[in-house]
């Protein structure tokens, strides 16, 4: 077979891949972490996915991925589960949105236009724009949604996007860069999928200035866990890795965890208040409580940040597992 046949058979591959049970290739590519050096990959979202492998090709450039790969210095192809440390209950995603675009080395990110595709700008357009995202290889540009605007992601009504209890469990992964320059009083949000209040299960990431504190909350119709977390417990003004699982036992929210660069990050204090409403606000928004649509509320709420590469599973993700997020 011929070196462009490879390369070719190769990409379509990371292209199609899915989290169903599939054969996969590994192959070689420069490692842009580690000075272009050839090293093998698996150009799949999560490895532990693919039930067999196979020997693929070799590409002389690093491709661009809508998402993060692991290189290796030496390859296995027996038991891929044991050679990967894999659990043996694999994590679906059932959500995954990169959020910016392409980075293009002729074009800076800060000139790139925001595509409407990914998302719905809400409040004032001219308020959201690309940005530089996390110095991580492949990386995308990152968008940024400042004060009196906010990204509407879509419906996820009859998801456990929108609803947590309708998945055994799940993890979030956000790379998020909060902006304190611009909005940082009264209650910011960054993340809601509702959860922030009894009119709407769901999770929702915050702050609230007139305690200091980050409250991290996940709401079902039976139960909430409201944990807060000292201000400077979360990274201000500079890219960070936020990552939350979800632990959920017949439609009950057991506990939530955070994760901060890969990080546990132990809270400062857990609030149990009541259960939501099921099924009257479902919109997942980023810098914008899903239960506040009124543009004069815009001030009130949003909160400046930018945001990159959203994911969600719908399982327990451990903590080596979320520190592979962040390559």
């Known amino acids: 077979?011929?070196?462009?046949?490879?390369?070719?058979?190769?990409?379509?591959?990371?292209?199609?891949?899915?989290?169903?049970?599939?054969?996969?290739?590994?192959?070689?590519?420069?490692?842009?972490?580690?000075?272009?050096?050839?090293?093998?990959?698996?150009?799949?979202?999560?490895?532990?996915?693919?039930?067999?492998?196979?020997?693929?090709?070799?590409?002389?450039?690093?491709?661009?991925?809508?998402?993060?790969?692991?290189?290796?210095?030496?390859?296995?192809?027996?038991?891929?589960?044991?050679?990967?440390?894999?659990?043996?209950?694999?994590?679906?995603?059932?959500?995954?949105?990169?959020?910016?675009?392409?980075?293009?080395?002729?074009?800076?990110?800060?000139?790139?236009?925001?595509?409407?595709?990914?998302?719905?700008?809400?409040?004032?357009?001219?308020l959201v724009k690309m940005v530089p995202g996390p110095d991580v290889a492949h990386h995308a540009c990152a968008v940024y949604a400042e004060v009196g605007s906010y990204l509407d992601l879509g419906d996820f009504k009859d998801t456990?996007?929108?609803?947590?209890?309708?998945?055994?469990?799940?993890?979030?992964?956000?790379?998020?860069?909060?902006?304190?320059?611009?909005?940082?009083?009264?209650?910011?949000?960054?993340?809601?999928?509702?959860?922030?209040?009894?009119?709407?299960?769901?999770?929702?990431?915050?702050?609230?200035?007139?305690?200091?504190?980050?409250?991290?909350?996940?709401?079902?119709?039976?139960?909430?866990?409201d944990k807060r977390y000292k201000k400077n417990r979360i990274p201000l003004d500079s890219w960070f890795h936020l990552a939350v699982t979800i632990e959920i036992k017949q439609k009950v929210v057991k506990d939530v965890k955070l994760y901060i660069d890969g990080e546990f990050m132990l809270q400062d204090e857990t609030r149990t208040p009541i259960a939501g409403i099921e099924g009257r606000y479902t919109k997942l928004y980023l810098g914008m409580p899903n239960t506040v649509d009124e543009n004069h509320m815009l001030t009130t709420y949003s909160g400046s940040a930018a945001y990159s590469n959203l994911m969600m599973f719908d399982r327990l993700l451990n903590q080596d597992q979320i520190k592979n997020l962040m390559k």
């Open 160 to 225: 456990c996007i929108s609803d947590p209890g309708l998945c055994k469990s799940m993890t979030w992964s956000l790379w998020l860069k909060i902006n304190t320059s611009s909005g940082f009083t009264g209650n910011r949000y960054y993340i809601s999928s509702g959860g922030q209040s009894s009119q709407a299960v769901g999770f929702a990431l915050l702050y609230k200035s007139d305690l200091e504190k980050f409250a991290l909350i996940s709401r079902s119709v039976r139960n909430t866990i």
């Open 1 to 126: 077979m011929s070196p462009q046949l490879y390369k070719t058979v190769f990409l379509s591959l990371a292209i199609t891949a899915s989290y169903a049970a599939m054969v996969c290739l590994i192959g070689q590519e420069p490692d842009p972490g580690s000075s272009q050096q050839l090293r093998w990959v698996i150009p799949v979202i999560d490895p532990c996915s693919c039930t067999d492998l196979q020997l693929g090709g070799r590409n002389t450039i690093t491709p661009y991925r809508p998402f993060n790969v692991n290189y290796f210095d030496d390859i296995n192809l027996g038991d891929i589960k044991q050679w990967l440390n894999c659990s043996t209950q694999l994590p679906n995603v059932i959500l995954h949105r990169s959020l910016g675009a392409k980075r293009d080395i002729n074009i800076p990110c800060r000139n790139q236009s925001v595509n409407p595709n990914r998302f719905e700008v809400r409040g004032n357009p001219d």
